[in-house]
């Protein structure tokens, strides 16, 4: 077993404040009795609030006190049960879990292979780059296992992550290199926002952020003479420093509005040719079937205006105030997470191609600005410090969205990104980081994939809904409880993250965990290197300065660091990335895809044949529309109280909820059609299931539109009920399993329809924080 050692421990008796970081903001922590205090660093112009989740949550009942097994597994061993989310847990010793979990991850190994292993903890990189649980566990079981079925893509962005290869080039570098906030400021004359670029969302990072700055940049923009317009059905899509004009529209039809504006611009003769002929592929194809010459429907403003919801004045003075300005056209993640996802990514991108504007500082096609952190932003001109995850010796992968799937229907074939797949068999399946119980859609069929698998294993410092359906659950530390490494490649600040305060009851570091797991399958020392986490830390320090030395940059030894408040990292210039270098000069730098050009029109994604996804940007309508029995759209974004789920039990969290539970946002005019009353509670139902919310009314949402933030704890009335209420206001036990398409697969859990209804009977109560008998 790893211990820490006498510094370590002296670190975590200490009470003066410490330097520590989150996704949320570089902050730094002390105890002070049995307290934990938090303030934000001192540089940060835009405090987030979300690191007050900390002082709550760090010894809440909700914390994992010592490994658990479920008493089902316990008695009768691996196999599907459908007990699992309903049944007791016993208490074990540490000894008795390891041993639990090595012997079975040997039976599957050695005995079906570690193509049955499923190696969860997809999703967000951790703000320590050390305890980075996905590294952790993909770095275990490949060492220890020889391998694992991993996920690709997101949740977040998994339609444009397929698509964007094939018709602009890297996905990263659109993203985060490309239209920075600086330019902005400093450059752009007009901004469309479809979607938005919400505070809530930019206000984290898959990693650390030392200083928020989307807001003031807004606000010197709008303050210059920038004009923001906001297309969305939420008015708090875009923060009130923008003094954005709301361009309110019907969910999911962003893709006709956007052709509508095309279509205007090249009607009008206000598109730029010149740009589309030595920039793009494909214009002549696509404009035919822009101007209905390929199936008879102009894409018009009074074609999209009964879709859109939107004026055709109105969508053709928008396309008119376009045309010769320094135009960002931007794209939010939210609009890819919906049915048909790729279209308004394609389309974006052509729109802004047929403005001329694609490479030019705070011009062109900003897609997801906004959407977290470090988009905007410059790159670091040196690495940061990272854990090999090694070599994967399995091949087999699935589109992450497609979990449930795969569980409930291994051997069957799917489609993805031109190829037919299988889904593989999968008998244990290995979470460490993550909660699908939040992430994923369609909660009760997720319970019934995982009543499928042999053995689920989790490591959590909380109760949450996926560790209440494992069968050996482990708790790991928090944060705060453990020193690493905090970094991100678009901010400069390295920081040393001390330890507040001990372990919660019995929990230990993954890397722990992991390290003497190795020793039981008899690869400690390949996994650990012989290492402590001390040592790590040292090891990994040095990739970040000896890049600093190459550069002739001041590189301070590990202790200087250790000793310090962070390090400043020199970063790379403002050039707005491949896409500047490809419109200063085509030919020297064209892009990675087929053409070497932006692809209006992909022969690569035609030649598919994908119904569901042609080869240039189509009106494809929803399959899924309101009906009587469902007549709202329900938007499920993201929260502003916490990072999707996480630390929901924290105090930030908790004083936004109402009675408990979590808001949803309507129109008065929806709400009194209906009875319902500020602060009412609420039930939302459709064939799927059902939840309760509180209310809270506000006309900054559209009519016919009701908004749900996720990352509420799922918490089921009668968990032995095949579809029960979730008591808590969870929308993902409404919202569809389903892919975008059949190119990527993505997930569509930004919309679903619902019914809307007044809660009478009496409230029910909320267990979600309390742990499992």
């Not at 290869?165 to 920075?180: A, C, F, M, W, Y």
């Not at 450059?187 to 700055?213: D, P």
């Not at 294993?457 to 659950?473: Q, S």
Request: proline content about 7%.
């Amino acid at each position: 077993m790893l211990q820490p050692d006498a510094a370590e421990r002296n670190d975590r008796a200490d009470t003066v404040f410490r330097p520590h970081t989150s996704h949320w903001g570089v902050f730094s922590a002390r105890m002070s009795g049995d307290q934990l205090e938090v303030r934000p660093h001192p540089d940060d112009p835009d405090p987030n609030g979300i690191i007050q989740n900390f002082p709550a949550a760090l010894r809440h009942r909700a914390r994992v006190a010592q490994p658990m097994v479920r008493k089902g597994w316990l008695e009768n061993g691996p196999g599907a049960d459908d007990r699992r989310g309903r049944d007791e847990f016993v208490p074990v010793a540490w000894e008795k879990a390891l041993d639990l979990l090595g012997k079975e991850l040997m039976r599957v190994r050695d005995g079906v292979g570690p193509g049955a292993i499923f190696g969860g903890s997809y999703g967000w990189s951790s703000a320590g780059r050390f305890h980075h649980a996905q590294s952790q566990i993909h770095r275990f079981l490949n060492v220890a296992c020889g391998g694992y079925v991993r996920s690709v893509t997101s949740y977040s962005s998994g339609s444009s992550q397929v698509l964007i290869p094939h018709i602009i080039g890297d996905h990263e570098g659109l993203t985060k290199r490309n239209v920075s906030w600086e330019q902005i400021a400093e450059h752009t004359e007009i901004v469309v926002a479809f979607g938005g670029m919400a505070l809530k969302n930019s206000m984290v990072a898959g990693g650390s952020v030392s200083r928020h700055v989307e807001r003031s940049a807004m606000k010197r923009a709008a303050e210059r003479g920038c004009n923001f317009v906001l297309v969305s059905p939420l008015l708090s899509d875009l923060p009130e420093e923008a003094n954005a004009e709301w361009v309110s529209c019907v969910p999911g039809s962003d893709t006709a509005l956007m052709l509508a504006i095309v279509h205007t611009l090249v009607v009008e003769g206000k598109h730029d040719r010149a740009f589309l002929e030595r920039y793009t592929s494909g214009w002549p194809i696509f404009e035919r079937y822009l101007l209905g010459i390929t199936d008879g429907q102009p894409k018009d403003a009074a074609w999209a205006a009964p879709l859109t919801g939107v004026r055709a004045d109105k969508i053709i003075v928008l396309a008119r105030r376009l045309a010769g300005k320094r135009a960002l056209i931007v794209v939010s993640h939210s609009l890819q997470r919906a049915e048909h996802g790729e279209q308004p990514v394609w389309i974006g991108m052509v729109l802004a191609a047929a403005l001329g504007q694609i490479g030019l500082p705070g011009g062109g096609y900003g897609y997801a600005l906004g959407a977290i952190a470090y988009y905007g932003r410059r790159y670091n001109a040196v690495p940061i410090p990272t854990l090999s995850q090694g070599r994967n010796g399995v091949s087999d992968f699935i589109p992450v969205a497609r979990i449930a799937d795969m569980l409930l229907e291994p051997g069957e074939t799917y489609r993805f990104n031109g190829e037919t797949r299988t889904y593989p068999d999968i008998k244990l399946v290995y979470w460490a980081g993550g909660n699908p119980f939040h992430h994923h859609q369609d909660l009760n069929r997720l319970r019934k994939a995982f009543a499928r698998v042999d053995t689920l294993v989790v490591h959590e410092l909380a109760w949450t809904a996926t560790a209440r359906h494992a069968d050996i659950v482990l708790p790991c530390t928090m944060t705060l409880e453990r020193e690493d490494i905090g970094a991100n490649s678009n901010d400069p600040l390295l920081v040393p993250m001390h330890p507040v305060a001990p372990p919660y009851g019995e929990a230990r570091d993954d890397y722990e965990i992991f390290a003497d797991l190795a020793e039981y399958l008899g690869v400690r020392e390949a996994f650990t290197q012989g290492r402590s986490v001390r040592q790590w830390l040292e090891h990994l320090y040095e990739q970040t300065r000896a890049g600093l030395s190459e550069q002739g940059v001041s590189a301070p030894s590990f202790g200087a660091f250790w000793a310090g408040e962070g390090l400043l990292l020199p970063q790379q210039p403002d050039d707005g990335g491949y896409l500047r270098a490809f419109r200063n000069d085509p030919e020297a730098h064209p892009l990675p895809t087929p053409s070497g050009r932006l692809e209006i029109y992909s022969q690569t994604i035609a030649s598919f044949g994908e119904a569901d996804c042609p080869g240039h940007p189509t009106w494809l309508g929803s399959v899924y529309v309101p009906t009587k029995d469902t007549p709202f759209v329900l938007i499920s974004n993201q929260p502003k109280t916490r990072l999707h789920s996480q630390l929901d039990f924290g105090g930030h969290s908790i004083a936004f909820k109402h009675r408990g539970r979590e808001v949803a946002t309507m129109h008065p005019e929806d709400a009194a059609a209906r009875g319902i009353c500020e602060g009412n509670i609420i039930k939302l139902s459709n064939e799927r299931g059902a939840c309760l919310a509180g209310v809270m009314l506000s006309v900054g949402v559209r009519r016919g539109v009701i908004q749900l933030a996720t990352g509420a704890w799922y918490d089921p009335a009668d968990p032995n009920e095949e579809k029960p209420l979730c008591v808590h206001g969870n929308p993902n036990v409404l919202t569809r399993d389903i892919g975008t398409s059949r190119l990527a697969q993505g997930c569509t859990g930004q919309l679903t329809t619902v019914q809307v209804e007044r809660f009478e009977g009496n409230l029910p109560v909320i267990r979600a924080f309390d742990p499992p008998v």
